[in-house]
């Protein structure tokens, strides 16, 4: 431990702060807070360890320097960012790379790492004078697991600390019980808002980056305040685990992990599922009458010839639009238990309780919102009327609060994993259910194929279909080829691979309308539950295995109530050529212009199947009905 650091760390500690980090033993986690104490100038240091004490310290911290507010229900807060600080900040969000490594990467969006961290440096230069800095110990998955992966946080942001403390396992047992093989390996983030306004918002948002360190597995926050941003076991520490596990042969993926129940032989079975924003993911991990693991990112590991995942986090940090009693009571009901919980950029009305876009009760016409005081029809600078709640706003809860919550949630050695669904949006071509030949199939054809398609809401022009391989382009940290690669390779040394499915809840009928209602993916979830146990039949067609009829039919009456027609089945597991077709042609012209090192065995594949529906084609024509292909 560098002395010159201990000198310093005396001085900014209580006897208690100091005892604390020392007890711990960990000479590399000892110089990394010296480090930044000296460059970033904080008055005064507060270690943390895994006691309430120090939780509730935060906490209250955070409320008396005004980063975060009571509202009415005991335990809910409310904090809020400022304008321009209400959103994932894509365009600084970098990785620091050698000069040898910069053009490996790819598209990813890298900066050198010299150039880097004097860059960051300059800026973090004193950037907590006047402040007190929060150190908290993290782990990533159960603790002292074969998952585990230690984070140690500096931030000057009670609000950040106390998000973290919210949404991730308490860390610092588990760094007292690492062995000396093991302290140099965890993840290390520096966090700070920066100086702020009159509001308590970040200020300096032209020097806002957040940089990640992938050699040495830091990450570095500043400027920022927004969580997407300044929580940096989240997506940072995401990046960081995608490189990791890439290293190491095992998988970082953004997906959740839920049991599916079924009734009749009081089995549960696991699945994890990848949906780009606004495809269904959400709404699958919460399907009402099933139990949940986690929301967000799962890693998996081969455990005794299985294949095992375990969620990294403990809480939800989840979009709160259109959060109502009808289509999510799982967390409607969950948000008005007066329980520790965060609230971001909502409205505070006159009762002081948080109010949201699409929460589908009566909204006050006034209260308070990221514009500060607010009242309806109020426009900002540009002219656009001001709605009540952020499109962005947040809520931050912890899983134990969850009704659904699996009973399996934090075991150290994972759940077994049955079965895995992709899901896209997709109007016109894929088939609300489908599933893979194998696993290599499955990740080829269902994962890399993966494409959001646009609404005229998002953009001004309906239907652009945008790449989303594996639902997880934003935070893949090596070449996607290789990333691909690891994929396929995973499960080559496990007993059995889990079964591979896509779905797709967005197809349309005849008259533009979303062909199956909100309720059937639970359907789609419990087929595909029973393929996972070979009890149902399928039929062949060009690219998977189909449901039948005869079975898709009951289901939809004991689990959701709904009659199925034969004609709605017909028409929504037709097998459209031309469309596939064009699909994977898309894919190719894709992978080519932006993936340099994509395997040339998944050309292979995607060029094998569209000979297959040529074939397919000539032989049954462009729209072929389930059962009438024979392969």
């Not at 004097?118 to 908290?136: F, L, S």
């Not at 969620?311 to 948000?335: H, W």
């Not at 097998?575 to 080519?592: E, P, T």
């Given at each position: 431990?560098?002395?010159?650091?201990?000198d310093?760390?005396?001085?900014?500690?209580?006897e208690?702060?100091?005892?604390?980090?020392?007890?711990?033993?960990?000479?590399?986690?000892?110089?990394?807070?010296?480090?930044?104490?000296?460059l970033?100038?904080?008055?005064?240091?507060?270690?943390?360890d895994?006691?309430?004490?120090?939780?509730?310290?935060?906490?209250?911290?955070?409320?008396?320097?005004?980063?975060?507010?009571?509202?009415?229900?005991?335990?809910?807060?409310?904090?809020?960012?400022?304008?321009?600080?209400?959103?994932?900040?894509?365009?600084?969000?970098?990785?620091?790379?050698?000069?040898?490594?910069?053009?490996?990467?790819?598209?990813?969006?890298?900066?050198?790492?010299?150039?880097?961290?004097a860059?960051?440096?300059?800026?973090?230069?004193?950037?907590?004078?006047?402040?007190?800095?929060?150190?908290?110990?993290?782990?990533?998955?159960p603790?002292?697991?074969?998952?585990?992966?230690?984070?140690?946080?500096?931030?000057?942001?009670?609000?950040?600390?106390?998000?973290?403390?919210?949404?991730?396992?308490?860390?610092y047992?588990?760094?007292?019980?690492m062995?000396?093989?093991?302290?140099?390996d965890?993840f290390?983030?520096c966090?700070?808002?920066?100086e702020?306004?009159?509001?308590?918002?970040?200020?300096?948002?032209?020097?806002?980056?957040?940089?990640?360190?992938?050699?040495?597995?830091?990450?570095?926050?500043?400027?920022?305040?927004?969580?997407?941003n300044?929580?940096?076991?989240?997506?940072?520490?995401?990046?960081?685990?995608?490189?990791?596990?890439?290293?190491?042969?095992?998988?970082?993926?953004?997906?959740?992990?839920?049991?599916?129940?079924?009734?009749?032989?009081?089995?549960?079975?696991?699945?994890?599922?990848?949906?780009?924003?606004?495809?269904?993911?959400?709404?699958?991990?919460m399907?009402p009458?099933?139990t949940?693991?986690?929301?967000?990112?799962?890693y998996?590991?081969?455990?005794?010839?299985?294949?095992?995942?375990?969620?990294?986090?403990?809480?939800i940090f989840?979009?709160i639009?259109?959060?109502?009693?009808?289509?999510?009571?799982?967390?409607?009901?969950?948000l008005?238990?007066?329980?520790?919980?965060?609230?971001?950029?909502?409205?505070?009305?006159?009762?002081?309780?948080?109010?949201?876009?699409?929460?589908?009760?009566?909204?006050?016409?006034?209260?308070?919102?990221?514009?500060?005081e607010?009242?309806e029809?109020?426009?900002?600078?540009?002219?656009?009327?001001?709605?009540?709640?952020?499109?962005?706003?947040?809520?931050?809860?912890?899983?134990?609060?969850?009704?659904?919550?699996?009973?399996?949630?934090?075991?150290?050695?994972?759940?077994?994993?049955?079965?895995?669904?992709?899901g896209?949006?997709?109007?016109?071509?894929?088939v609300?259910?489908?599933?893979?030949?194998?696993w290599?199939?499955?990740?080829?054809?269902?994962?890399?194929?993966?494409?959001?398609?646009?609404?005229?809401?998002?953009?001004?022009?309906e239907?652009?279909?945008?790449?989303q391989?594996?639902?997880?382009?934003?935070?893949?940290s090596?070449?996607?080829?290789?990333?691909?690669?690891?994929?396929?390779?995973?499960?080559?040394?496990?007993?059995?691979?889990?079964?591979?499915?896509?779905?797709?809840?967005?197809?349309?009928?005849?008259?533009?309308?979303?062909?199956?209602?909100?309720?059937?993916?639970?359907?789609?979830?419990h087929?595909?539950?029973?393929?996972?146990?070979g009890?149902?039949?399928?039929?062949?067609?060009?690219?998977?295995?189909?449901?039948?009829y005869?079975?898709?039919?009951p289901?939809?009456?004991?689990?959701?109530g709904?009659?199925?027609?034969?004609?709605?089945?017909?028409?929504?597991?037709?097998?459209?050529?031309?469309?596939?077709?064009?699909?994977?042609?898309?894919?190719?012209d894709?992978?080519?212009?932006?993936?340099?090192?994509c395997?040339q065995?998944?050309?292979?594949?995607?060029?094998?199947?569209?000979?297959?529906?040529?074939?397919?084609?000539?032989?049954?024509?462009?729209?072929?009905?389930?059962?009438?292909?024979?392969?």
């Amino acid at each position: 431990m560098e002395p010159t650091h201990a000198d310093l760390l005396k001085s900014k500690m209580s006897e208690d702060s100091y005892r604390k980090l020392t007890a711990l033993e960990n000479e590399k986690l000892f110089n990394f807070i010296g480090e930044y104490v000296e460059l970033c100038e904080p008055d005064s240091v507060y270690m943390c360890d895994d006691s309430d004490e120090d939780a509730e310290y935060v906490r209250q911290r955070s409320l008396e320097i005004g980063e975060e507010s009571k509202l009415a229900r005991d335990g809910q807060t409310i904090h809020y960012d400022g304008y321009g600080d209400q959103a994932r900040d894509k365009a600084n969000t970098k990785f620091m790379v050698s000069r040898e490594t910069l053009g490996d990467m790819g598209n990813l969006n890298c900066v050198e790492y010299e150039e880097g961290i004097a860059e960051i440096r300059d800026i973090a230069k004193g950037i907590m004078k006047g402040k007190q800095v929060i150190v908290k110990l993290f782990c990533e998955c159960p603790t002292m697991s074969p998952f585990s992966i230690g984070c140690a946080q500096i931030t000057d942001s009670c609000y950040v600390a106390h998000s973290e403390d919210i949404l991730y396992r308490r860390g610092y047992e588990h760094f007292m019980n690492m062995k000396d093989d093991e302290k140099d390996d965890f993840f290390r983030f520096c966090h700070s808002a920066g100086e702020l306004d009159e509001r308590g918002c970040s200020v300096n948002l032209d020097q806002r980056r957040i940089y990640q360190d992938l050699d040495h597995n830091i990450v570095y926050s500043m400027n920022a305040q927004y969580a997407g941003n300044s929580v940096g076991l989240k997506k940072h520490s995401m990046r960081l685990a995608i490189k990791k596990s890439g290293q190491e042969g095992w998988l970082c993926e953004h997906m959740f992990i839920m049991g599916c129940r079924n009734a009749n032989t009081d089995r549960t079975t696991y699945f994890v599922g990848a949906y780009p924003s606004a495809c269904g993911k959400t709404s699958t991990a919460m399907i009402p009458g099933e139990t949940i693991v986690g929301d967000d990112i799962a890693y998996f590991r081969n455990i005794d010839g299985e294949f095992r995942a375990a969620n990294v986090e403990r809480g939800i940090f989840g979009i709160i639009r259109d959060v109502n009693a009808k289509d999510d009571p799982v967390i409607f009901n969950t948000l008005q238990m007066p329980r520790e919980m965060i609230f971001s950029n909502v409205l505070t009305g006159p009762d002081n309780l948080p109010y949201w876009q699409g929460m589908d009760v009566e909204t006050p016409k006034e209260g308070f919102n990221h514009s500060g005081e607010w009242f309806e029809g109020k426009k900002d600078q540009k002219g656009n009327e001001i709605p009540l709640s952020h499109g962005n706003a947040r809520y931050t809860i912890r899983m134990q609060y969850l009704d659904n919550l699996d009973p399996a949630w934090n075991d150290r050695s994972g759940v077994p994993v049955g079965g895995v669904l992709y899901g896209g949006r997709d109007s016109d071509t894929s088939v609300p259910v489908e599933e893979s030949f194998d696993w290599e199939d499955g990740v080829v054809m269902k994962a890399c194929t993966l494409e959001s398609e646009t609404t005229s809401a998002t953009l001004g022009q309906e239907g652009v279909r945008k790449p989303q391989p594996m639902a997880n382009l934003d935070f893949v940290s090596y070449p996607l080829g290789r990333y691909i690669q690891n994929n396929l390779d995973f499960v080559k040394d496990m007993k059995a691979a889990p079964s591979i499915f896509a779905t797709n809840y967005f197809l349309r009928d005849a008259e533009g309308n979303i062909a199956t209602s909100k309720l059937a993916k639970k359907v789609w979830l419990h087929w595909a539950e029973k393929r996972v146990h070979g009890e149902v039949d399928v039929y062949e067609t060009p690219t998977g295995r189909i449901p039948k009829y005869e079975d898709l039919k009951p289901l939809f009456e004991s689990l959701i109530g709904e009659t199925y027609t034969e004609e709605d089945y017909r028409y929504q597991f037709t097998f459209r050529c031309d469309a596939w077709m064009a699909k994977l042609n898309r894919a190719i012209d894709y992978y080519k212009a932006n993936v340099p090192d994509c395997p040339q065995h998944v050309y292979d594949r995607w060029n094998a199947a569209i000979g297959r529906i040529e074939a397919a084609k000539a032989q049954y024509g462009a729209m072929i009905e389930p059962g009438a292909y024979k392969g």
